[in-house]
C-alpha cells in the first residue's frame, strides 16, 4: 500500500499543479481583454476647425453632437452648472463642463467620452 501512496500523490499534485497554472493565465488573460475593452478613446477637436469626426466617429446624434459643440463654444455656461449624476465622485467633476471636455491645450481640446450618455 505504501509503495502506491507516492505515485498517487505526484500524480495528485502535478495533476493539481497544471490546472492552477492554467487558472491563472486564464484570469491574466481575461483581465487584460478587460482592459482593453474598458478604456475610453481619446477624442480631441481643434478649435474653429468646424471638424467634429472625433464625435460623429462615435455617435451619429445630431443632439450628441451639438451638446459637444456648446460645451466647447460656451464653457462659462456650463461652469454653473453642477452635475448630478455622481462623475465628480468617480472622475473628479466639478461642473457640467467637464462631463464633455477634459482639458484644453493651445488650441487643442480634448474631449470627455461622459457626454455620449
Known amino acids: ?11 495528485f499534485a502535478l495533476v493539481a499543479g497544471c490546472s492552477s497554472s492554467g487558472d491563472q493565465s486564464s484570469k ?55 452635475c448630478y449624476c455622481g462623475c465628480y465622485e468617480e472622475d473628479g467633476h466639478t461642473s457640467n463642463t467637464n462631463c464633455f471636455v477634459d482639458n484644453v491645450k493651445g488650441s487643442t481640446v480634448t474631449l470627455d467620452t461622459m457626454g455620449f450618455g
Do not use: C, R
Open 28 to 82: 491574466e488573460e481575461q483581465s487584460n481583454s478587460k482592459t482593453t475593452e474598458q478604456s475610453a478613446p481619446v477624442l480631441t477637436y481643434k478649435i474653429g476647425s468646424d471638424d467634429w469626426s472625433a464625435i460623429t466617429t462615435y455617435s451619429d446624434s445630431p443632439k450628441v453632437l451639438e451638446a459637444y459643440q456648446f460645451a466647447v463654444e460656451h464653457p462659462e455656461v456650463l461652469n454653473y452648472m453642477p
Open 1 to 11: 500500500m505504501k509503495k502506491y501512496l507516492f505515485p498517487i500523490f505526484t500524480i
